[in-house]
């Protein structure tokens, strides 16, 4: 079981407790892929064995088998010359494929993202919410869980680990996919009849300076092996490339559905919940300077970091102190102007009291003069806004990242109505019964029932079903004579039509479907046909809304609850 954790079989058979979802089906091809290679370099091991035989006889043998040197046992000759007939295809063919196929397979034991534990944590905690939410437990309503669900979905919002990880993981595979298969394609083409040997190993078949010819028996075994190890190599190269390429982030694009559902999605102030970039240019770009920044600047960080991390260690106490922040700064001289001010203020005062005896003679004389203002010595500091961070594109935030993996195994619809639990977005559950459109047709008595729109999710979920006919209203009526199946119209697949009887009491109750699932169970609704028409006819015609049934039911109501009254004083 320890062997079984580390290459982290079972996460990717999907048997991984609550990292079951982890792996998707091009996962799952990825590791078969890597195990038919493994099968192969043991079979091709096992046919050749540890060394490739070669058998050996005179060169006159092979135009003529009349000579008795051709009849003699040349098993020793052969084995001298294994060197210098067998080419290094030849010879390490069986070898090659059982290393490579080490490498494939190793490379799950590397825990860059199948057995590192920050990324099965990521999920841990995803799938923890997704369960309570999705079992509606009661302690979904707790108000400190759901402050704690949203810093777990922040910390999901925000973080890019996963997709990092991931594209890692699949770029080395990506890698080690093309080196296996161009090696196995140089060898192989080492094997056929074609005279094509670029690196130059093929040998003339000969030994001993001519005297002996050399025939390989295993050299058709081993071409057409390589044949079918080159088709092998080259889907995994394709499905790690599909991986890689689903880690871009591109919406709508290499199973990245979920970013386009989570770019239409608004709050109550009509503003996006989420900051997703559309444009696939600026995606690339973004993902190139990451790129970039990992290779060449990443590491001049790390190296800048590390050396300031061990210089703060031969910080003085007096260096540490004369490190004052900007703000103290600030207030310290605005401090010190203030002093000043003061000061001139009283100087300015006592000289006045000085020279008040000498003017008091000559105010008479001579006219008052105007008192000259005290200029302000520095203008008054503009408020200036604070700065704020625009918000990063969420792309390749975790959230995401699991939504769209958990896709491919789990419903799209189940993770559409999933966004509507997390987010301030009205759900399903908010459809009712639109007695403004619903009428009954009074030619046919058919009673059709239309619902109200329940806003962008009905939408997505709409766009999700669109190759399935989208979504699905399917109910009944509960009337006197038992239960009414309803049936579809020409002109909305989403009414319901029911045959009624006028005068008769009936409930509705109806549910949302997609796929052949529920997906939202509706509220019941109860109404009355009348039992008289003729007055709506008049007023609305053929189709009589159901608004005029529900007023004429509530006015009648009234009235017999008013007679009851009276009846009982």
């Known amino acids: 079981m320890a062997f079984l954790d580390i290459l982290n079989i079972p996460g990717l058979l999907g048997t991984d407790l609550h990292a079951f979802k982890r792996a998707n089906i091009y996962d799952k091809l990825d590791l078969g892929l890597a195990g038919v290679v493994a099968l192969i370099g043991v079979s091709v091991l096992i046919l050749n064995g540890f060394s490739s035989p070669l058998t050996c006889v005179p060169a006159g043998c092979s135009l003529s088998g009349t000579s008795t040197n051709c009849a003699l046992d040349w098993t020793y000759q052969s084995g001298l010359c294994k060197n210098e007939v067998l080419s290094l295809p030849d010879a390490n063919f069986h070898y090659l494929l059982v290393v490579l196929a080490l490498l494939l397979v190793g490379l799950l034991t590397v825990p860059i993202y199948w057995g590192s534990n920050a990324s099965k944590e990521l999920f841990d905690n995803f799938y923890y919410i997704w369960a309570k939410l999705k079992n509606g437990d009661e302690e979904c309503k707790d108000v400190e869980w759901k402050r704690r669900m949203h810093f777990v979905l922040d910390q999901l919002k925000s973080g890019n680990s996963l997709t990092t990880r991931y594209a890692l993981y699949h770029g080395v595979a990506l890698v080690l996919d093309l080196v296996a298969l161009v090696v196995v394609g140089l060898y192989t083409l080492n094997f056929t009849d074609l005279g094509l040997d670029p690196l130059g190993l093929a040998t003339d078949g000969s030994c001993s300076n001519g005297a002996f010819t050399c025939n390989i028996p295993n050299r058709n075994l081993f071409k057409w092996f390589g044949v079918l190890t080159s088709l092998v190599l080259v889907g995994k190269a394709i499905v790690n490339l599909k991986c890689l390429l689903f880690s871009l982030g591109l919406p709508g694009l290499f199973g990245r559905n979920f970013l386009i559902y989570a770019n239409q999605l608004n709050d109550n102030s009509g503003e996006g919940i989420y900051n997703i970039q559309t ?34 260690k031969t910080d003085g106490p007096k260096e540490i102190i004369k490190r004052l922040s900007a703000t103290n700064i600030r207030a310290e001289q605005k401090e010190t102007k203030k002093v000043e001010k003061e000061a001139k203020a009283l100087e300015t005062e006592a000289s006045g009291d000085d020279d008040a005896a000498v003017k008091k003679g000559d105010a008479k004389k001579e006219k008052p003069k105007e008192i000259e203002k005290p200029k302000e010595e520095e203008k008054k500091e503009e408020p200036v806004s604070t700065p704020l961070v625009a918000r990063p594109a969420q792309n390749w935030s975790d959230l995401f990242f699991i939504i769209d993996i958990l896709s491919y195994n789990i419903d799209p619809c189940d993770l559409i109505l999933f966004m509507t639990k997390i987010n301030p977005v009205p759900g399903l559950e908010n459809k009712k019964v639109s007695v403004d459109i619903s009428y009954l047709d009074t030619t046919t008595t058919t009673m059709v029932v239309s619902h109200t729109d329940a806003g962008v999710i009905e939408g997505l979920l709409d766009t999700e079903l669109a190759t399935e006919g989208g979504l699905q209203i399917v109910g009944w009526l509960e009337g006197p004579t038992g239960i009414m199946w309803s049936q579809k119209t020409q002109d909305n697949p989403k009414n319901l039509a029911f045959a009624v009887s006028l005068g008769s009491t009936y409930e509705l109750v109806s549910a949302v479907y997609g796929r052949g699932r529920m997906l939202a169970r509706l509220q019941n609704f109860t109404f009355q046909c009348p039992q008289d028409t003729k007055k709506q006819m008049k007023k609305y015609g053929q189709n009589i809304p159901l608004s005029a049934f529900i007023s004429q039911s509530l006015f009648q109501k009234f009235s017999s609850d008013q007679g009851s009254q009276q009846k009982n004083e």
């Open 279 to 312: 444009n696939p240019i600026m995606v690339l770009l973004h993902t190139l300077l990451v790129v970039l920044k990992l290779i060449f600047i990443a590491p001049i960080q790390w190296l800048v970091a590390f050396c300031k991390f061990y210089a703060r």
